[in-house]
């Protein structure tokens, strides 16, 4: 044969001499003609061949699961051994040329190196939304076998997903113009993003003109400025510098998507220019009658409304931690008039010093506060109580029977009277010049705050103020009257959550929260808890009364506020989450009482 056809895999791996000899014999002729020939033939190993599937360029969908293919890669030599494959990537084909990693160009957030997340493998299979779309990525197949290698590479391309869904909707204080005097909170949240996107908000404030404002997110936010939520301090816009403001909302995800979305809103200025005093300066409790006088004051929206708050120490024992300031206290006054009806204030321990809130409010809600303060002295000739007292009831038992919307000041008026009824036993209790039946007299302020109604938030704090003051002496109360205020607290917590959930305005509904949890105290205290003239239905209110409490402070706020810490003289309550918990289940984890049963 002339072709010498050597099959694969024949000769081993080395340097081979062939030799080629070739006799030619004439025609009609012995004689043999010979020669001969020969060839060095190297015998190599082939090279290694990796391939990707797909080709060197391709493009997949950010919300499609893909994967890296390097089965078809082979060793033409033999079959019998093992590849070993290791995949890598990188944003920037420069790298290979270092094969040095740099980590602004690496693919995934795992990545460490050059090398793929899961590098060992013939095929990677790629999970959705795994990497950021509208970005190429140089994936790099590197196969080995012993000291041979080789190397594909493909060009990925990921899609751009689906854009983001943004939607800011305001939780409260959501009027035309906010009222500077409560939270403003919005919700932020992008609906369709997922955990695996990590979302990342950031929140900024801008001014009406555009320009951005350096606010101070840390003290005047119980959110910061990173989440999807925004709560703002009540009073951080008091004094506004601008009229209006823009609150500007961006998130991105660590796909590289984005989307913003922005809320302008306005600053209801508070009445400005006037200013409010006391006469007398000084005078005697339940027999000096004070005047409080305001004048001067103007606000685009009138009529203006005039409150005077007499200050109590619920504010001091039973702090709502989430409240601006706490101006718990019975109202002297609320009308229109800027002049008050001459008012008896209370008494206190000795001779004190006593601070009365005013708040001028305008028609959309926003008010400016002031305060006085006056020295009131303790009656020296105490004989005369009893009539102060059994006058003072007799009045707001008349007034409380005020039934049309228009008397609401009436009701306000025999709240107060009913409050220093009150606040008179709770000053002759330890008095033996002055004897008065005080369990039938507390059962009688309890039965006179009965008949006020709750249907507007003043009339709901005056009656948590009587209630808290006449409980103060728990021990001096039987247990029927016990019950009956119990009672009213419960109509009173669900007049108070029904007003929350209709005016979206948290501040004073939290304000509340605090006298009827001194009151709580006041009854959990004393007989109760020495186990005497204990009522079961009593307790079941009250934990119905607690419950109703939580939803009113946690309601509206948003996940990522701070802990509200509500504290009374036995009890200490922390909202961990804001959401409405059922307290009869949750409370044995969620509360401390200190000597209690």
């Given at each position: 044969m002339i072709h010498l056809t050597v099959p694969s895999n024949t000769l081993d791996y080395g340097l081979y001499l062939f030799y080629f000899t070739v006799d030619v014999v004439p025609i009609r002729t012995s004689t043999v003609l010979k020669a001969y020939d020969r060839i060095y033939v190297q015998i190599e190993r082939a090279d290694l061949l990796a391939n990707i599937t797909g080709g060197s360029v391709r493009t997949v969908g950010f919300s499609e699961s893909w994967t890296l293919d390097g089965s078809d890669s082979s060793d033409p030599d033999s079959q019998e051994g093992q590849l070993i494959f290791t995949w890598y990537c990188t944003k920037d084909s420069a790298d290979y040329k270092t094969m040095k990693f740099s980590l602004k160009n690496r693919c995934h957030p795992f990545q460490k190196d050059l090398r793929w997340i899961t590098p060992s493998g013939p095929i990677q299979k790629i999970p959705p939304e795994s990497l950021p779309g509208s970005t190429l990525y140089y994936f790099r197949l590197l196969i080995q076998k012993a000291r041979r290698k080789a190397y594909a590479d493909q060009i990925v391309e990921v899609d751009p997903g689906p854009p983001l869904i943004l939607s800011m909707r305001c939780l409260e204080n959501c009027g035309r113009s906010i009222i500077p005097t409560e939270r403003f909170s919005l919700s932020g949240k992008c609906s369709n993003c997922k955990p695996s996107n990590k979302p990342l908000y950031y929140w900024s404030l801008f001014s009406d003109a555009s320009k951005e404002i350096n606010f101070d997110w840390d003290s005047k936010t119980s959110t910061g400025r990173s989440g999807a939520y925004m709560s703002i301090h009540a009073r951080t816009f008091i004094k506004p510098e601008y009229p209006s403001y823009i609150l500007h909302l961006s998130v991105t995800t660590w796909d590289g998507r984005s989307t913003s979305s922005t809320t302008p809103f306005e600053v209801n200025i508070p009445p400005q220019g006037g200013r409010c005093n006391i006469s007398p300066r000084y005078g005697i409790a339940f027999l000096t009658k004070f005047v409080v006088r305001c004048s001067r004051f103007y606000d685009s929206h009138t009529p203006l409304t005039y409150k005077v708050i007499v200050a109590s120490d619920i504010p001091q024992t039973t702090p709502i931690t989430s409240v601006a300031e706490n101006t718990f206290g019975p109202i002297l006054y609320f009308g229109y008039?800027?002049?008050?009806?001459?008012?008896?204030?209370?008494?206190?321990?000795?001779?004190?010093?006593?601070?009365?809130?005013?708040?001028?409010?305008?028609?959309?809600?926003?008010?400016?506060?002031?305060?006085?303060?006056?020295?009131?002295?303790?009656?020296?000739?105490?004989?005369?109580?009893?009539?102060?007292?059994?006058?003072?009831?007799?009045?707001?038992?008349?007034?409380?029977?005020?039934?049309?919307?228009?008397?609401?000041?009436?009701?306000?008026?025999?709240?107060?009277?009913?409050?220093?009824?009150?606040?008179?036993?709770?000053?002759?209790?330890?008095?033996?010049?002055?004897?008065?039946?005080?369990?039938?007299?507390?059962?009688?302020?309890?039965?006179?705050?009965?008949?006020?109604?709750?249907?507007?938030?003043?009339?709901?704090?005056?009656?948590?103020?009587?209630?808290?003051?006449?409980?103060?002496?728990?021990?001096?109360?039987?247990?029927?009257?016990?019950?009956?205020?119990?009672?009213?607290?419960?109509?009173?917590?669900?007049?108070?959550?029904?007003?929350?959930?209709?005016?979206?305005?948290?501040?004073?509904?939290?304000?509340?929260?605090?006298?009827?949890?001194?009151?709580?105290?006041?009854?959990?205290?004393?007989?109760?808890?020495?186990?005497?003239?204990?009522?079961?239905?009593?307790?079941?209110h009250i934990f119905s009364i607690m419950e109703g409490i939580v939803e009113v402070v946690s309601l509206g706020k948003v996940p990522e506020d701070t802990e509200t810490l509500i504290e009374t003289d036995h009890w200490n309550i922390t909202l961990k989450k804001k959401e409405a918990w059922n307290i009869t289940k949750y409370l044995p984890a969620t509360y401390t009482c200190h000597n209690c049963f």
């Open positions: 008039e800027p002049i008050t009806p001459p008012s008896f204030l209370p008494a206190g321990e000795a001779s004190q010093t006593l601070t009365l809130y005013v708040q001028v409010r305008d028609s959309m809600g926003a008010f400016t506060q002031m305060s006085l303060r006056v020295l009131i002295k303790n009656p020296l000739k105490t004989q005369s109580l009893s009539a102060v007292f059994h006058d003072l009831l007799a009045s707001a038992s008349h007034l409380s029977m005020s039934a049309s919307n228009q008397q609401t000041e009436d009701r306000i008026r025999a709240g107060y009277l009913a409050y220093l009824a009150a606040s008179l036993l709770n000053y002759v209790k330890n008095t033996p010049t002055v004897q008065l039946p005080q369990t039938q007299l507390r059962g009688s302020v309890v039965n006179t705050v009965l008949s006020i109604s709750v249907r507007s938030i003043m009339e709901i704090n005056q009656v948590a103020a009587v209630l808290s003051e006449v409980t103060d002496a728990v021990e001096k109360m039987n247990v029927r009257s016990q019950d009956l205020a119990i009672g009213k607290l419960t109509e009173l917590t669900r007049a108070l959550l029904r007003q929350r959930h209709r005016t979206r305005l948290s501040e004073e509904a939290e304000i509340q929260t605090s006298g009827i949890l001194r009151c709580l105290s006041n009854i959990l205290s004393a007989d109760l808890l020495l186990l005497k003239n204990v009522s079961a239905t009593g307790m079941q």
